[in-house]
């Protein structure tokens, strides 16, 4: 059955990303597999990826909470600036387990730059109002993505409890000209 599962993950990455459908479909056959195999921990950011992929919104964050308490700490020490929200909504943390996830597969790594750039731009256009519920924090109750007016922009907000924003930025991953 794992072999089988492999399988259809190798199939569907040898294919260019072009819908949202295939991101959809690659992570919740990686899902199955982790959960088959006992790997669900080893690589808990993919497994948070597929169960946040599959669901209109989602409040188990244990994967991304460390990630998510420092974003908390700085904007509660008043920092404008959040490098670590750019690491979250880069996925940089997600392709770094994704690629070791392959490798341990001997699945070929089809993650280039220009792939990489479709199956991000897809994966977030699945987030987009899918957002992520928060509790035990101090403030943040909530992480989500919107799309923007502008083709190709998307917009990332943390909401309070009360469901104020208290962070929001627009960010695009429009290939460099």
């Known amino acids: 059955m794992e072999e089988e599962i492999i399988t259809k993950i190798k199939l569907e990455l040898k294919k260019p990303i072009e819908a949202e459908r295939q991101v959809v479909y690659i992570l919740i056959e990686i899902g199955k597999f982790l959960k088959k195999t006992g790997k669900k921990d080893e690589f808990s950011l993919l497994n948070f990826y597929r169960n946040w992929v599959s669901h209109d919104e989602i409040d188990h964050t244990s994967a ?4 998510l308490k420092e974003i908390e700490q700085k904007i509660l020490n008043g920092e404008d600036e959040l490098d670590s929200v750019w690491s979250m909504i880069n996925f940089c ?3 770094i387990e994704m690629e070791k996830f392959l490798v341990e597969n001997d699945c070929q790594n089809p993650f280039n730059e220009g792939y990489w750039f479709n199956f991000r731009r897809f994966l977030i256009k699945i987030l ?3 957002p992520l519920k928060l509790s035990g924090y101090k ?3 909530e992480f989500r993505f919107k799309k923007s007016l502008r083709e190709g922009v998307f917009v990332f907000i943390l909401k309070d409890k009360d469901g104020k924003d208290l962070y929001k930025k627009s960010f695009s991953f429009l290939p460099d000209r």
């Open 93 to 95: 943390s997600f392709r």
């Open 64 to 67: 991304v909470d460390p990630l």
């Open 128 to 130: 987009i109002d899918c």
């Open 139 to 141: 403030r943040i109750g």
